[in-house]
């Protein structure tokens, strides 16, 4: 029954994304990192041994530069937001190209996990 409700095939079946005749599978799919710097864990959180999230909103300019770098939300409240800032303002994307020019991707949304 769980397999059923929750497993590969319902997925498959349910949740894929559908693609309307003005979108192509390259704009469905998230932007690739081509440079990623781990956030450093923040040492008094670390000491604590706080866990916790980060969740962040961000545009992908067509140079791959990581823009309007937003702060959603974060568990424990303000505790790991400026180590995920600093890490994501210095990643870098392979940009989407459409009819061979570069394009900026809007609202990238991602959730980070501190553990440790």
Do not use: M
Request: proline share 9%; aromatic share 14%.
């Amino acid at each position: 029954q769980l397999d059923h409700e929750f497993g590969f095939l319902n997925y498959q079946e349910n949740l894929q994304p559908i693609l309307t005749s003005d979108a192509s599978l390259d704009e469905a799919l998230a932007p690739q990192r081509s440079h990623f710097l781990e956030p450093v864990y923040p040492e008094e959180a670390y000491k604590k041994g706080l866990e916790g999230w980060v969740w962040v909103e961000f545009d992908i300019d067509p140079s791959g530069a990581v823009n309007d770098l937003e702060i959603i939300d974060g568990y424990p409240p303000r505790e790991f937001e400026r180590a995920i800032y600093n890490a994501v303002s210095r990643w870098r994307y392979q940009p989407l190209v459409k009819d061979g020019q570069p394009q900026p991707y809007h609202s990238r949304s991602l959730l980070y996990h501190f553990s440790t």
